[in-house]
Structures are given as C-alpha cells and as structure tokens.
C-alpha cells in the first residue's frame, strides 16, 4: 500500500516562499507520475502541477497550471522517494491545502487519473 506523506506548509507573507515535500513509501516510486494538487477553502480540488517518471537518460518532464507557471518548480528525488514544490512569489489566492498524489504511467491533469494521495499540508498566504 502506497503512503504519501506532505510537509512544509506553514503561513507565509504575499511574495514569500515556500518548498513542500512528499515523502512516499509502499510502493515503486519512480516507476509513476507524480503530481501536486490543492483545494482552496470553499472550492474544489485543482490541479497544480505534475512530474512524469524519470528516463533513463532524461530528466522527467513537468507540467503546470496555468496559475502558478514561472512561479512554482516541481521535481522529484527518486532515491529518497521524495516529491517536492518549491513555490515562490506566492500571492494569497495561492492559499490551500496542497495534496501530493500519485498516478500512473502517462501524466495527467485530473484528479480521477491519480490513485494515491497524502493528507495534505495547509498553506495560508497573508496579504
């Protein structure tokens, strides 16, 4: 059984920083998609952003929403089993809980494509 585990969220002043992690144990971490996602308070789950498994000879490839492109990285370090999203010049509309999940093999975008998820992490962004 796949566990995922975030932390790092905390509260943060508009245009600060922050890097999430999300620690996963159970199962063949490289081998699968991994992804951010986060749910604002009184709105629905949305996508962040996703990191495809690592190739042999290339680096996984990434993906963003809209919103947070040029703004927060993800990556993944495969021999710690850990996923992380470093986010900067955050804004207060990027206040949420931020869930890590895992997918399968081709990245996707939607929620219904992931199998596994954390707890979440509660980040909050003062104006």
């Known amino acids: 059984q796949v566990q995922l585990v975030e932390s790092g969220g905390g509260l943060v002043q508009a245009g600060g920083s922050l890097r999430l992690s999300c620690a996963a144990s159970g199962g063949t971490f490289s081998w699968y998609t991994m992804g951010w996602f986060r749910q604002p308070p009184g709105k629905e789950r949305e996508f962040v952003a996703a990191?495809?498994?690592?190739?042999?000879?290339?680096?996984?490839?990434?993906y963003y929403a809209d919103s947070v492109k040029g703004r927060f990285t993800i990556s993944r370090d495969n021999a710690k089993n850990t996923l992380y999203l470093q986010m900067n010049t955050l804004k207060p509309e990027d206040t949420a809980v931020y869930y890590c999940?895992?997918?399968?093999?081709?990245?996707?975008?939607?929620?219904?494509?992931?199998?596994?998820w954390g707890q979440g992490t509660q980040v909050t962004v003062s104006s």
């Open positions: 999940a895992q997918g399968g093999i081709v990245p996707a975008y939607e929620r219904t494509k992931y199998n596994y």
């Open positions: 990191i495809g498994r690592s190739g042999r000879s290339s680096s996984s490839t990434t």
